[in-house]
């Protein structure tokens, strides 16, 4: 890192304008966002400033081939008015896999966890009290060197902005479970959070959408017998007692909830298998009633259940529990989460 962070305050804070009872979420931006280039081979000194819009030139490569990505995660503030992050480092450290894998430079450690601490420090009346919102964080990377060679670009932006957010869903979810399309392939960039990815999810989860669902299954590109992810979530899936989720892989991301998920659960006691799934395996389990539950896990929404999936045009409900793994577990990393209960762990990070 070259020096300190440079520091340009808002003249007027645009805060007095948002309903903080009423929060969407990541639509709402706070005051300031972090910026940082890479030229010439060098990081240069991250600029902290208003939020507004860049200026690129259109023939930045981001356009044209896509070097970009990108990573979330959340700050929430307890009731005595203290600032906490969760595992910050492993999205740093994930989102300089995600570059190593996209041609991008990693960005040094020092900038990203230095420069999200100071942006939360001067945005810090930005980040939510209410019970279930938080103070979304997008860090992000992307090609603005320029040429319409298709070769890695010499110049790239790291950015950080920041949305105070409400819960991600409401409800329930029917989910689909994918035949013919794929979100990721072996030997490809899966496991990066890489923006192309999620163009590609678009199209197939748009037709699902119009099939009455609300979002897909993924199951592998090969065979599409292998259960992956859930829509942009890693996947959960409840036989009997048993919690089951697939291994990470060059398809499958290193999610930073599923891991949680895994340590809080296991030291609950419950049994955790990390294993493949089958989609014939769940329709049994789904047929003779072992099947309890499935949901999502991601940051955003933390844990989001699933009430029934269709295949093959048959649909498949799951049973309402009384008590779900699914909302147990879920308190019990949000309790981590916002300083409700004691961290064993060290994932939360105080600032
Ligand atoms: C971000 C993401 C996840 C969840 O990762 P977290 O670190 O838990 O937020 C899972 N799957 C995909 C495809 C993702 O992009």
């Known amino acids: 890192m070259k020096s300190n962070i440079e520091i340009q305050r808002i003249e007027k ?56 990505i990108f990573e979330g995660m959340k700050a929430y503030k307890d009731a005595e008015g203290n600032t906490m992050l969760f595992r910050p480092l492993d999205n740093c450290k994930r989102l300089n896999k995600s570059a190593e894998r996209l041609v991008i430079p990693e960005v040094p450690e020092d900038i990203f966890m230095d420069g999200l601490k100071k942006l939360l420090e001067i945005d810090n009346d930005w980040i939510p009290t209410n019970e279930g919102s938080s103070l979304y964080i997008r860090p992000f990377m992307f090609a603005s060197g320029i040429g319409f060679h298709a070769s890695p670009a010499d110049a790239y932006k790291f950015i950080i902005c920041t949305a105070p957010s409400g819960a991600y869903f409401a409800g329930k979810v029917k989910v689909l479970i994918e035949e013919k399309y794929a979100r990721a392939a072996n030997g490809g960039v899966g496991f990066a959070k890489a923006g192309g990815n999620y163009a590609a999810q678009f199209y197939p989860t748009q037709l699902a959408i119009e099939k009455g669902y609300n979002q897909v299954i993924w199951t ?34 290193d999610g930073i909830t599923r891991k949680s998920v895994i340590q809080i659960a296991e030291d609950m006691n419950i049994d955790v298998e990390v294993r493949k799934i089958t989609v014939s395996e769940v329709i049994a389990a789904a047929q003779s009633g072992s099947l309890k539950e499935m949901f999502g896990a991601g940051t955003a929404a933390v844990i989001s259940p699933i009430a029934g999936f269709g295949y093959q045009g048959t649909d ?17 990393i949000t309790d981590i989460q916002t300083n409700k209960a004691e961290d064993p762990y060290g994932w939360r990070v105080m600032l």
């Open 13 to 68: 804070s645009k805060i007095d304008s948002v309903d903080f009872n009423n929060l969407p979420f990541g639509s709402v931006y706070s005051d300031h966002m972090l910026e940082c280039d890479f030229v010439n081979g060098e990081w240069q000194t991250p600029v902290i400033k208003p939020y507004a819009p860049i200026s690129l030139d259109p023939a930045a490569k981001i356009f044209h081939y896509g070097q970009s």
């Open 220 to 253: 592998d590109d090969n065979s599409h017998e292998y259960i992956e992810e859930a829509g942009a979530m890693n996947i959960f899936i409840r036989i009997n007692d048993t919690l089951i989720t697939s291994p990470t892989s060059d398809r499958i991301l």
């Open 316 to 332: 498949y409900d799951l049973p309402e529990l009384e008590t779900p793994f699914a909302e147990t577990l879920k308190k019990a």
